[in-house]
């Protein structure tokens, strides 16, 4: 059809290529002649982003003997097309390609026209250029321009509009080969000429447009088989300028690109499978870079082939074709792809400026003083408004139970009332000086867990525990300074998976153990009492010796019943007397504290997952899951005032005072404790510091990876990543207070719950958890995990057992009196790791963990790329982490 396909450069000089062997900083050198050219392509100098390609597949049709374009499948980023009988749309799947359908395609490129930057402003203008330009590179003969020009002009029927007039015999005529008789009468066909070039209402009210990005633009690709043509017409067109063509796309999305391949009747299957292969190539990352970038034919078929490169063929017979692959739920990223053909590049950190003493302050300040004035600006938007009350109710769901939890902790000298005001001061301030707004400040488990150890160790001291922890706060202040100044931040390059997943595992088996040992006592403070006892003796002798019993005319004598058998009502009811130490009945207030506090975090579960689940809308899975917590919260102390049990409450003033009674809002310096105590809580200050420096740093690390591709870009998310939301939200926070007497209804059980429920969710995730599971899995039955395929089974659990002895260690220790220095404890986890150098080799640490890096050599390479870039690099993760620092500052002291 589209000529014999010329032969492909060997994929064995990139895939096999050595420097790809080699450590990921180093630039591969023996490129092939298609990643060479777009190595140079890609590597110009563009600030614009790509925007998101949707594509959608058209296929030529006769209906009722009328020509149309029926749509036939669409792509975000994987295929969805619509199945037999045309009544719905097939779940989104990963595409399958024929390898013969992708060399076709190539040779359809080399042979058709390409035109690239075409001036368009409507489809007859544009379809009268492709026309013309196949007449002019001779692929066409003039005699047939009207002829294509007819056919390219019919009418689009999507998915979403059904035909209004087709018969039984009409559903059976279906086909895409098409006679052209109806070119003798236009009239029987509607032309996009009577079409409006702005959208139509069907368009503007398509539900599908929720899920394509507000940037997109649109790649149309019509597909047809006429009988006037002897050879395929293939034209790959992109427009100079995103244009809305009317009624050509089922969303309103304007259309950058079109492909177009019409032929000879009898391959409609080869036509199909090319199509879905343009189509296709247009979703991948790399592809639709290369497809706004190109500057001529070479430029596109260079992207062909370097998609041929990197395709894996499944051999036939070894599986069924017809089965859809269900999209995988991490989609690998693309970022490798783009750096190793932009630069030769997978990794690496930026510049020795910030190693200077204060320079990485300062450069954290020049990178965010462009953005300030539209950090604020931005938030005055509508969808600030859901943002705010969304957050909102995030942040004082947490401060609801961290605070709880930190008043049963610290005896109430510091509460909810004070986790109140303290996320709100902390976070306002956060907001207006921090480096990066998307983060918003909460009370985390690590410092509630030093504030409990603090306190036993002032208790058991006679220490007074407020004006301790004022001048650990002061300390902690001009500690967290030195840090910023001294850019001592760089020190998390060396926190490896292995620091982060110690930490993580520790806190989250403290969270569970506390929620655990809250919950132990409430067995034996509400013990049972047995049932009363009922004497008939005391009978009141001013009533008769006999009863009427209900519905019966038949008397019975009062000496004659089971008193034992009575309950408390009948008791009173026939004149007894209740006696004995039970007579003050209890309900079981142990089995309702349970009740409560597995039910909230059985719910909470249930509700997190339910995003997952196959019912109701995405969004609305998705707002469900969002407020897990707080539904479940308000579910439980709903079921406990139903119940009118008393059960242990959240202790909360009823007015805005200190949870605590004998202690005002300001705390004095001087006066209770000796004056060397000023001097001597340096050192707990130091292991506050270290704490704050370690929980934030690690947080900031996992937040700011590449993955999760936090970059400022796109400008329709430029109204969520402001700093006036999160300013509102906590000043919401503040003015929560005066909610006082709503929250002591609120039982402790239901926190403990939370509790229970943030320790076990945190263990989700951490690898070292799902390697400790491979202990009792077989090895047919393991998860086809990465480092499993490159590093020996025996090595592996090594390393997951020199994890569970450091955990094991970390906890003895938390368990002792050397519990108050347990953040230093956290920070040896970084010389373990160091040592664990001399047990592995680096190929299997690469893979079980992070390779530390090399200072001196990653001068020299900062060195290199300065001279050679001067343009200021895109932040990375042991970057982005500094920019929180300096309101640690504020935190301390809040």
């Not at 986790?419 to 998307?438: E, R």
């Not at 955990?807 to 404890?825: D, E, G, Q």
């Amino acid at each position: 059809m589209c000529a014999q396909p010329t032969p492909v450069h060997s994929a064995d000089s990139r895939l096999c290529s050595k420097a790809q062997l080699e450590p990921h900083h180093q630039v591969r050198q023996d490129l092939s002649p298609a990643a060479e050219r777009l190595r140079h392509i890609l590597g110009e100098d563009d600030s614009t982003p790509t925007p998101t390609i949707f594509t959608e597949m058209d296929t030529l049709q006769q209906e009722g003997g009328e020509l149309e374009w029926k749509e036939s499948a669409r792509w975000v980023k994987f295929e969805e097309k619509v199945e037999e009988g045309g009544e719905r749309w097939s779940k989104p799947h990963v595409s399958t390609l024929t390898l013969h359908s992708l060399f076709e395609l190539r040779t359809c490129l080399q042979t058709g026209s390409i035109l690239l930057d075409l001036e368009g402003y409507s489809l007859p203008q544009i379809v009268e250029e492709i026309v013309e330009q196949q007449i002019t590179d001779g692929l066409i003969p003039p005699d047939l321009k009207e002829k294509i020009i007819f056919v390219l002009l019919r009418k689009h029927r999507h998915q979403t509009k059904k035909p209004i007039h087709r018969s039984l015999a009409d559903m059976g005529k279906s086909s895409n080969t098409v006679s052209f008789a109806p070119f003798t009468d236009h009239a029987q066909s509607r032309s996009m000429n009577d079409i409006s070039d702005t959208p139509s209402t069907d368009q503007l009210k398509n539900k599908f447009m929720k899920k394509i990005p507000r940037d997109a633009e649109a790649s149309n690709v019509l597909i047809g088989e006429v009988d006037f043509l002897d050879k395929p017409f293939v034209s790959f067109v992109r427009l100079a300028q995103a244009t809305t063509l009317g009624g050509l796309t089922e969303v309103p999305v304007p259309t950058r690109f079109l492909f177009i391949l019409l032929g000879p009747h009898g391959k409609t299957k080869s036509y199909n499978e090319i199509g879905r292969a343009i189509a296709t190539l247009m979703v991948d990352d790399l592809f639709s870079d290369v497809a706004y970038k190109a500057r001529d034919r070479e430029d596109l078929i260079a992207g062909v082939d370097e998609f041929l490169d990197e395709v894996i063929v499944l051999p036939p017979g070894e599986w069924d074709p017809k089965i859809r692959i269900e999209p995988p739920k991490k989609v690998p990223s693309a970022e490798m792809r783009h750096l190793g053909q932009v630069n030769g590049l997978a990794g690496g950190a930026a510049g020795g400026e910030d190693e200077e003493i204060g320079g990485g302050l300062w450069l954290d300040i020049k990178r965010k003083i462009p953005w300030y004035c539209s950090d604020i600006y931005d938030g005055f938007h509508i969808q600030s408004i859901s943002a705010v009350l969304f957050i909102y109710l995030g942040c004082i769901t947490n401060a609801i139970t961290f605070g709880g939890l930190l008043g049963d902790a610290t005896d109430n000298y510091q509460g909810v009332m004070e986790s109140f005001l303290g996320t709100a001061l902390a976070g306002s301030v956060f907001c207006l000086f921090g480096g990066q707004p998307l983060i918003i400040l909460s009370s985390t488990g690590p410092i509630l867990i030093f504030e409990k150890l603090l306190y036993e160790f002032s208790k058991n001291n006679d220490v007074d525990y407020m004006e301790l922890r004022l001048w650990i706060g002061l300390h902690s202040c001009l500690q967290c300074f030195l840090l910023v100044f001294s850019d001592a931040s760089y020190i998390i390059k060396y926190m490896t998976r292995f620091t982060e997943e110690g930490f993580s595992s520790l806190i989250s088996f403290i969270f569970i153990s506390d929620a655990i040992k809250k919950m132990h006592p409430m067995f034996f403070a509400f013990i049972l009492t047995s049932p009363f006892i009922v004497h008939s003796a005391n009978i009141s002798h001013n009533r008769d010796t006999t009863l009427m019993m209900h519905h019966s005319t038949e008397p019975f004598n009062l000496t004659d019943l089971d008193w034992s058998q009575l309950s408390k009502k009948e008791c009173v009811k026939y004149g007894g007397m209740l006696v004995g130490n039970s007579c003050k009945y209890v309900p079981d207030l142990a089995l309702m504290s349970f009740i409560l506090f597995f039910g909230t975090y059985s719910m909470t579960v249930s509700l997190k997952k339910f995003k997952f689940s196959r019912y109701f809308p995405t969004k609305l899975r998705k707002l469900i899951s969002d407020f897990a917590i707080f539904m479940s919260i308000m579910s439980f102390v709903g079921l406990d005032m139903l119940m009118g049990l008393d059960t242990p409450k959240l202790i909360v003033p009823t007015e805005f005072k200190p949870t605590r009674s004998d202690r005002g809002w300001l705390v004095m310096p001087f006066g209770k404790n000796p004056w060397w105590w000023c001097v001597a809580s340096f050192v707990p200050a130091l292991l506050v510091t270290i704490l704050i420096f370690m929980d934030q740093q690690i947080s900031a690390v996992i937040v700011n990876r590449k993955e999760n591709k936090l970059k400022r870009s796109v400008p329709c998310w430029r109204k969520e990543e402001q700093r006036l939301t999160g300013i509102l939200v906590f000043v919401l926070t503040g003015l929560s207070v005066f909610l006082a007497p709503i929250l002591q209804y609120i039982p402790m059980p239901v926190l403990y719950g939370v509790f229970l429920y943030m320790g076990v969710a945190s263990l989700s995730g951490i690898q070292f958890w799902e390697r400790i599971k491979l202990y009792l899995m077989p090895p047919k039955h393991q998860p086809d995990f990465s480092f499993l395929r490159h590093v020996p089974m025996r090595r592996v659990h090594l390393f997951t057992l020199v994890q569970i002895v450091c955990l094991a260690v970390l906890w003895i220790l938390k368990s002792t009196f050397l519990a108050i220095i347990f953040p230093v404890m956290i920070l040896g986890l970084m010389v373990v790791r160091k040592l664990l150098d001399l047990m592995f080799s680096q190929h299997d640490l690469a893979w079980l963990d992070d390779i530390l890096p090399d200072k001196d050599k990653k001068k020299k390479e900062d060195e290199k790329k300065k001279k050679k870039d001067k343009k200021a690099p895109e932040p990375e993760s042991d970057e982005e982490v500094r920019k929180c620092t300096i309101c640690q500052v504020w935190i301390c002291l809040s």
